[in-house]
């Protein structure tokens, strides 16, 4: 059974940085691509990054050059380092596989970025 937990949330102003962790147990983590998730409020949840086993990454255009996926399989974690935050990055952070799987879904970690 997979659980994925998210960290590393705040509130920061805009400019600064913050780093999300996701721990996961269940060890297939380590062998599936995965992403980090964003849903804003009245929005639906979009993938906003996304890192395959071998650590290939993809970005959405509104953070493309701000963010930075990363993982360590060996300690089943993902990273997502933001920078240059903008107000229009606040939201709720989720990791999940990528194509996501519902089961997967954790509380994910709010990010607030005030201007």
């Known amino acids: 059974q997979v659980q994925l937990v998210e960290s590393g949330g705040g509130l920061v102003q805009a400019g600064g940085s913050l780093r999300l962790s996701c721990a996961a147990s269940g060890s297939i983590v380590s062998f599936i691509n995965m992403g980090w998730y964003r849903q804003a409020p009245g929005m639906q949840r979009e993938l906003v990054a996304g890192i395959s086993r071998g650590g290939i990454t993809k970005y959405s255009d509104s953070v493309k050059g701000r963010f930075t996926i990363s993982r360590d399989n060996g300690k089943r974690t993902v990273f997502l380092q933001m920078n240059s935050l903008k107000p229009e990055d606040t939201a709720v952070y989720y990791c999940?596989?990528?194509?996501?799987?519902?089961?997967?879904w954790g509380q994910g970690t709010q990010v607030t970025v005030s201007s």
């Open positions: 999940n596989a990528d194509p996501s799987v519902p089961k997967y």
